[in-house]
């Protein structure tokens, strides 16, 4: 049953259902024996629906956050650009997903193959640039807080943004332009039409980049409890209430880190001892709960702030709960 089940979505490798080889049609087409009735053919992988479906989920979550910070000119803090940055991502992950699956079984041609990997390349890829962004941004907040809300903040922000923007799109500008294995399906990496060696590139940064997170959360703990210890030798009867936010804060940055290092692990790892050979089914249990982090990252940066808090309130009921802190978070609680 496992070999039917190939993988209908044009940047998996693998024929479509309905695509076989001609060896394969025509075994299909003689006539079957007196009395037996065809097996009926799997027209929609169910793998791709769950694929769609995650892509909706997405969308839909990540437009909210999207249109929360886009209409309100309170949240202009630069903290709140990059949670903004994460979730336009995030949603052009989304509907990168759903345009994939539209095109595979209703559109097949190598140009919108090459534009919805593209597409969805180039939106994961700025997701993970804008946690990194985040990452860093909590370091400086921490580091330089005398410093932070100045406007070298925000015009370091603007950089950052346009330098993990513009890295994103030449990064999903590369199969378009050229760099890809439709030509020969040998160099296929796990996703097609991405090379192996496309492949490689993109895990090995990734892994460099989650290794740059890691060490600076290092540092953010490290700051923080510091911080906390020097409060609680001037106040010794506030000792344990500062234990207590320092564990908590610890707990959160591993939770956020560990959470990321789930959903993105697998499928990297994978990528890089992997190529077009390999059963698809494969690709997409690791290629899945990549998508999910993009599921997870509005709930972890965004809709824990309480000033994105108050403007959902605000948008679905016109008022905001009393119990909402009117203290604008930093980035470090974000």
């Not at 989920?57 to 990059?82: D, G, K, Q, T, W």
């Not at 994460?86 to 699956?101: P, Q, T």
């Not at 997701?127 to 005398?146: F, H, K, N, P, Q």
């Not at 610890?250 to 994978?270: D, K, Q």
Request: net charge neutral; with cysteine; proline share 5%.
């Amino acid at each position: 049953m496992s070999d039917d089940l190939k993988a209908n979505v044009s940047w998996l490798p693998g024929e479509r259902v309905d695509g076989s080889p001609a060896e394969n049609v025509s075994a299909a087409g003689s006539s079957p024996a007196p009395g037996a009735e065809p097996e009926p053919e799997l027209l929609v992988n169910p793998w791709d629906i769950v694929l769609c479906t995650s892509g909706t989920l997405i969308s839909c979550e990540n437009a909210v956050v999207v249109l929360i910070i886009f209409h309100n000119p309170s949240l202009r803090a630069p903290m709140f650009l990059l949670i903004g940055s994460l979730a336009l991502a995030d949603l052009l992950a989304g509907l990168g997903l759903i345009v994939n699956f539209v095109f595979a079984y209703l559109l097949q041609s190598e140009a919108t193959k090459l534009v919805t990997i593209g597409l969805i390349v180039a939106s994961f890829s700025a997701s993970v640039g804008s946690l990194l962004a985040i990452t860093v941004d909590r370091y400086l907040s921490l580091y330089y807080a005398l410093t932070y809300n100045s406007e070298r903040t925000v015009t370091f922000t603007y950089v950052m943004l346009v330098l993990l923007w513009g890295a994103s799109i030449c990064i999903g500008l590369l199969p378009v332009m050229g760099w890809n294995c439709l030509r020969d399906e040998s160099t296929c990496s796990v996703i097609r039409p991405l090379t192996k060696n496309n492949a490689a590139v993109l895990s090995v940064s990734f892994l460099l980049m989650f290794a740059l997170m890691l060490q600076l959360y290092i540092q953010i703990c490290k700051i923080v409890m510091r911080h906390a210890h020097q409060i609680a030798l001037q106040h010794h009867f506030l000792a344990t209430s500062h234990y207590v936010t320092t564990r908590k804060g610890v707990s959160t940055l591993a939770i956020i880190l560990g959470t990321f290092a789930a959903c993105w692990m697998p499928f990297t790892l994978y990528s890089l001892i992997a190529d077009y050979t390999y059963p698809s089914i494969y690709t997409y249990a690791t290629l899945l709960p990549a998508t999910y982090n993009s599921i997870i990252n509005p709930v972890i940066y965004a809709f824990r702030n309480q000033e994105i808090q108050k403007a959902l309130w605000l948008i679905c009921c016109g008022c905001a709960p009393s119990n909402l802190s009117q203290r604008a978070r930093s980035p470090s609680d974000v």
